[in-house]
């Protein structure tokens, strides 16, 4: 979509989390942001691309996925995490510390392809975006269900500097993102 909308547009993608991600927008070092984020300064534009909810992702033919799961069977697994700092805790996490309980994790890594690779040749499962499952288990050769318990959704937004978002090319990069997203 990008080549058909924006021909002469070229794109480099950097990884950068919560409040670097916010500074590299804010002092011109990247254009635009696209992820997680809380409030933002007067000087950020966020643009809320939609809710995103949770997956688990395991191996085809792994037994997780097999079968309805309940709480018990999702505590049970081998789990390995997305933090993009090294954490041991996460999204998930959370949200079963709420109702007393914990899963094991066996194992963190920083990226939700690098732990789509290691769960497609193990029996480790994964708790991952929706969309992200949804667009490369295909190509993991993964499968996916619905967790057991709720997750909160979180939002998706896309963060712009407000002195540089009324750019032409900005604009119309930002609107291709846009129905990129939809």
């Known amino acids: 979509r990008l080549a058909a909308g ?34 933002q300064p007067d000087d950020i534009e966020p643009l809320r691309l939609g809710a995103e909810g949770y997956l688990l ?22 789990h390995l995490l997305v933090s993009f700092r090294g954490d041991f805790r996460g999204t998930a996490d959370l ?19 690098t732990a789509f690779a290691l769960v497609r040749d193990s029996d480790l499962v994964v708790t991952a975006p929706a969309r992200l499952l949804h667009a490369f288990a295909p190509a993991f050769g993964l499968e996916f269900r619905t967790l057991p318990f709720e997750i909160p959704e979180f939002d998706v937004q896309l963060l712009t ?6 750019a032409e090319g900005r604009a119309r990069f930002v609107s291709l993102v846009r129905a990129a997203w939809a």
């Open 57 to 78: 992702g395991a191996r085809r033919g792994h037994p997780a996925v097999a079968a309805p799961l309940d709480l018990g069977g999702y505590l049970a697994l081998e």
């Open 161 to 166: 500097a407000r002195s540089r978002a009324a």
């Open 6 to 39: 924006a021909p002469r547009a070229g794109i480099s993608i950097r990884f950068a989390v919560g409040a670097a991600a916010v500074e590299a927008v804010r002092n011109g070092e990247v254009d635009l942001a696209l992820g997680r984020f809380g409030a």
């Open 95 to 113: 949200a079963l510390s709420r109702m007393g309980e914990r899963r094991r994790i066996s194992a963190s890594v920083p990226m939700f392809l």
